[in-house]
């Protein structure tokens, strides 16, 4: 579930902000480096 959010989230980040490349990274990193 965790993925699909991060999936759509960064999916639509990208559509409405694509220039927060960048700030997408560091979130999807951290959540990736987090515990489940």
């Known amino acids: ?3 699909l ?3 759509l989230d960064y999916q ?3 559509k409405f902000l694509p220039t ?3 700030f ?3 979130s999807i990193h951290m959540v990736f480096d987090m515990p489940e």
Do not use: T
Request: aromatic share 6%; proline share 0%; hydrophobic share 60%.
């Open 1 to 3: 579930m965790h993925i």
């Open 5 to 7: 959010l991060l999936m």
């Open 12 to 14: 639509l980040m990208k």
């Open 20 to 22: 927060l490349y960048q």
């Open 24 to 26: 997408e990274n560091i």
